[in-house]
């Protein structure tokens, strides 16, 4: 990593604690003179913010589980009234909570969706992308798990319902789903042993996704940041430093993130909620319509658009796993879909194919569209675009890698910023 600047201690103190401890060292050189491509553009932001609302969201928890029963009689008063109207700010302490897990997904999903389009995950950085998902998939089971804790109506039927898929497991071995349904259970039905499990595993799972967050930024500094060129650095002129150039960017950005999270918390605090969640658990009234959170709807328009439960629970978990094989799977030389137009294309098709499987999974099993007076069932638009997802990563992505006609790659970063520069200069 050329350009990185030694560090000289600036006292008595710090010559004395940079013998022992050189903790001011490993600040300097990783958050102030780490070298970093010039040429990061706003989507590289969201690295940043992920890290401030992954503390956000522990800090929050943490007062939250102060004042929490997991008990299936008392945890629904516990948040309900307890936290809401009762202990000092508890209302906002705990809508920080809440629409900070979506502003969390949010947040990840721009972070991985940049990865795929500039091609972060291609070597030497495989490592880097699959920690990326693995804090992922941990996310996925932290929000389940916290999604269950208020013990509203959708928290109770959707720990139901989540967790019986496990039961599917007995179409291939007899009575495997079923034991590892009764042991996530606790019981024989969901009840106080799930939600103390749940709790406690809610509880555990952010310290696990921070240690893993810091592999993630270990695996990052190792070969450096990609950039939105996918060149490799040439010298320290494609260099600058990490202080002040990017701290400041990503305080800016931060705040306008903080603006649009807070703008939810005081004045659309329910836009992500389901309204029967403020409804107590009631084991004997099963909703219409049972949902997950926004941020899983896409892979909930998988499992349910296959009738066949066990293939439907593979189908799912296999579009989780897929996510593991794309460093693998894209078999072009050239990273970045700014100079690979047929897969910039396919790129944002397949964007736009995700939120149609969100968009399906948010409506009930028997919708349908109407198109010229023909009812077209939703269940095979999810089957459509749940086909997309699959071919995007197994046909096109080495497919297209293989017959593709890239565009010519700039010659170093520093010369494609300046000329950048030089072209806007003309303009004006």
């Given at each position: 990593?050329?350009?990185?600047?030694?560090y000289?201690?600036?006292?008595?103190?710090?010559?004395?604690?940079?013998?022992?401890l050189p903790?001011?060292?490993l600040?300097?050189?990783?958050?102030?003179?780490?070298?970093?491509?010039?040429?990061?553009n706003?989507?590289?932001t969201?690295?940043g913010?992920l890290?401030?609302?992954l503390?956000i969201?522990?800090?929050?928890?943490?007062v939250?589980?102060?004042?929490?029963?997991p008990?299936?009689?008392l945890?629904?008063?516990?948040?309900?009234?307890?936290i809401?109207?009762?202990?000092?700010?508890g209302?906002?302490?705990?809508?920080?909570?809440?629409?900070?897990a979506?502003?969390?997904?949010?947040?990840?999903?721009?972070?991985?969706?940049?990865g795929?389009?500039?091609?972060?995950?291609?070597?030497?950085?495989e490592?880097?992308?699959?920690?990326?998902?693995f804090?992922?998939?941990?996310m996925?089971?932290?929000?389940?798990?916290g999604?269950v804790?208020?013990?509203?109506?959708?928290?109770f039927?959707g720990?139901?319902?989540?967790t019986?898929?496990?039961?599917?497991?007995?179409?291939?071995?007899?009575?495997?789903?079923?034991?590892i349904t009764?042991?996530?259970w606790?019981?024989?039905?969901?009840?106080?042993?799930?939600?103390?499990?749940?709790?406690?595993?809610?509880?555990l799972?952010?310290?696990?996704?921070?240690g893993v967050?810091?592999l993630?930024?270990?695996?990052?500094?190792?070969?450096?940041?990609?950039?939105?060129?996918g060149?490799?650095?040439?010298?320290?002129?494609?260099?600058?430093?990490?202080?002040p150039?990017?701290?400041?960017k990503?305080?800016?950005?931060?705040?306008l993130?903080?603006?649009?999270?807070?703008?939810?918390?005081?004045?659309?605090?329910?836009?992500f909620?389901?309204?029967?969640?403020y409804?107590?658990?009631n084991?004997?009234?099963?909703?219409?319509?049972?949902?997950p959170e926004?941020?899983?709807l896409p892979?909930?328009?998988?499992?349910?658009?296959v009738?066949?439960?066990?293939?439907?629970?593979?189908?799912?978990?296999?579009?989780?796993?897929?996510?593991?094989?794309i460093?693998?799977?894209?078999?072009?030389?050239v990273?970045?879909?700014?100079?690979?137009?047929?897969m910039?294309?396919?790129?944002?098709i397949?964007?736009?194919?995700?939120?149609l499987?969100?968009?399906?999974?948010?409506?009930?099993?028997?919708?349908?569209w109407?198109?010229?007076?023909?009812?077209?069932?939703?269940?095979?638009?999810?089957?459509?675009?749940?086909?997309?997802?699959?071919?995007?990563?197994?046909?096109?992505m080495?497919?297209?890698?293989?017959i593709?006609?890239?565009a010519?790659?700039?010659?170093?970063?520093?010369?494609?910023?300046?000329?950048?520069s030089?072209?806007?200069?003309?303009?004006e």
């Amino acid at each position: 990593m050329a350009g990185h600047t030694k560090y000289v201690p600036g006292s008595a103190f710090t010559r004395w604690l940079d013998t022992r401890l050189p903790i001011l060292r490993l600040a300097n050189e990783n958050l102030v003179t780490y070298p970093t491509p010039r040429n990061l553009n706003f989507w590289y932001t969201f690295g940043g913010i992920l890290t401030f609302m992954l503390g956000i969201q522990m800090l929050t928890g943490i007062v939250l589980a102060m004042h929490y029963v997991p008990n299936g009689d008392l945890a629904f008063a516990s948040v309900e009234q307890r936290i809401m109207r009762e202990v000092n700010y508890g209302w906002l302490i705990r809508y920080i909570h809440s629409s900070g897990a979506s502003m969390f997904f949010l947040a990840v999903y721009v972070h991985m969706f940049r990865g795929l389009y500039y091609g972060s995950y291609k070597a030497p950085r495989e490592v880097l992308w699959i920690l990326g998902v693995f804090i992922y998939l941990l996310m996925v089971m932290t929000a389940f798990f916290g999604y269950v804790l208020p013990w509203g109506q959708m928290s109770f039927w959707g720990a139901t319902v989540i967790t019986s898929l496990f039961s599917a497991l007995d179409q291939v071995i007899p009575h495997l789903g079923t034991s590892i349904t009764t042991w996530l259970w606790g019981d024989f039905a969901v009840g106080d042993a799930t939600l103390n499990r749940f709790f406690s595993l809610h509880y555990l799972m952010p310290f696990v996704i921070a240690g893993v967050v810091g592999l993630h930024i270990w695996a990052l500094h190792v070969p450096g940041n990609n950039n939105p060129l996918g060149i490799d650095a040439k010298g320290p002129q494609d260099f600058v430093p990490f202080h002040p150039y990017y701290t400041v960017k990503d305080a800016f950005y931060l705040v306008l993130f903080l603006i649009v999270y807070m703008a939810f918390v005081f004045y659309a605090p329910n836009f992500f909620g389901n309204p029967d969640n403020y409804i107590q658990a009631n084991p004997l009234v099963t909703p219409p319509d049972i949902v997950p959170e926004w941020y899983l709807l896409p892979f909930y328009a998988m499992l349910r658009s296959v009738p066949q439960k066990l293939l439907g629970v593979i189908v799912m978990g296999g579009a989780l796993v897929t996510l593991l094989f794309i460093p693998w799977l894209d078999s072009s030389k050239v990273r970045s879909c700014r100079f690979r137009p047929l897969m910039k294309q396919l790129f944002w098709i397949f964007a736009a194919d995700c939120i149609l499987l969100g968009y399906c999974g948010s409506q009930s099993a028997d919708a349908a569209w109407n198109i010229v007076g023909i009812d077209l069932p939703l269940v095979w638009v999810a089957r459509l675009a749940t086909l997309y997802y699959f071919g995007f990563f197994w046909v096109l992505m080495p497919w297209v890698g293989r017959i593709e006609v890239t565009a010519p790659l700039p010659e170093s970063i520093a010369q494609s910023v300046l000329a950048r520069s030089v072209k806007t200069e003309d303009a004006e």
